[in-house]
């Protein structure tokens, strides 16, 4: 007889998926469906939670409308013919676009587009005003959409000359 | 998400190969509230937009429903626990 330890069998070889798709099942955590219906129900929460809170914002921003005082938007010499300033009109969260159009002929419109809030940005050569987003163009003579998902004009600032000064007034919605 | 109740049927239903879980099978109340949920989102999408749009009259109706909604989750929720 000989005193060699047998050589141990191999262990059989794993099947493929078993490669293939590495997961271990008892290590794996399980979600109840009750667990997962706690979780949704805390995510609807959440959900109304939020929608609540854009009501909210929404009803405390028409609960006040804004001023419109008069305010100095630019020097006439300090737009050229063609040329943009943009200022904040009637609060510093209202973006607008004054442009100079002609001689002695100035435009000035809220610079958010009527379709979701994307600053609009005006093109010389076109004399429109255009969207970036979604491609929406607004004529920049009356504010008018002329292309693109927006519907409504862009909101109008009421401009007043005052010897070389330009002064925003107003909106014209 | 995988789901498992602890009542669960019979010793061979619904098993992978190499495991003794059950598979997946939502139950009708936690598909309700998966709907619910996703009405919900849509919900918030169309009063963020319309907020965006200056459309605000779209908001309260859509906090209205959502509210609803919530509810019915909720309740869903409740009956699941009693």
Redo the contacts between chains.
Sequence with gaps: MSGRPRAAPHPPAP?R??TAFPVN?EEDR?????E???F??L???F??F???L??A??WW??RRPPATPAVRVARVAEVPVGGVQLFHYPTADDPCLLIHLAADRFVAYSQKC????CPVVYRTTAREMHCPCHHGRFAAADGRALAGPPQ?SLPRITLTRKGEEIWATGVKV | MITRSPLRPGPSAGRTPGNSHPAAAPSSATALAVVFLNTQLWLLAQAVEGTLRGEGVVVCPATLLSGLCFLAAWRLWRRGQG
């Design positions: 099947p998926w078993r099942w399980s979600v109840t469906r009750r997962f219906t706690s949704l129900t995510a609807s929460g959900l109304f939020a929608t609540g854009v009501g914002r929404e921003r028409g009527t379709h979701l809030s409504r």
